[in-house]
């Protein structure tokens, strides 16, 4: 991830907490969570002269790879936990 998706992706999310700190994503539809994101990703397009499409792809596709490498680390901080100690 390059700096500038790093700072998009923190941009985006940061404005997810102010817009949806109170939904449950595992019980609001996806549609309804991209329809709260939408003005920033709309902002962010706008800066970029890029379609809201092409953000929302990239925007997808950061959120999981930063969430893969996040169980990633989660996987090998414990992986010499034990659990019987």
Known sequence: ???????????INQYAEE?????????????EQLDKLKPIM????KEQN??????????MDLA????????SKFKEDYLDFDLNS
């Open 50 to 59: 890029r379609s809201l499409e092409d953000i929302f792809i990239e925007y």
């Open 1 to 11: 991830m390059t700096k500038d998706q790093e700072i998009m992706l923190n941009r």
């Open 19 to 31: 817009v949806m700190g109170d939904i449950d994503p595992q019980k609001v539809p996806i549609s």
């Open 64 to 71: 999981s790879e930063f969430s893969v490498a996040n169980a």
């Open 42 to 45: 709309e902002t962010i397009a």
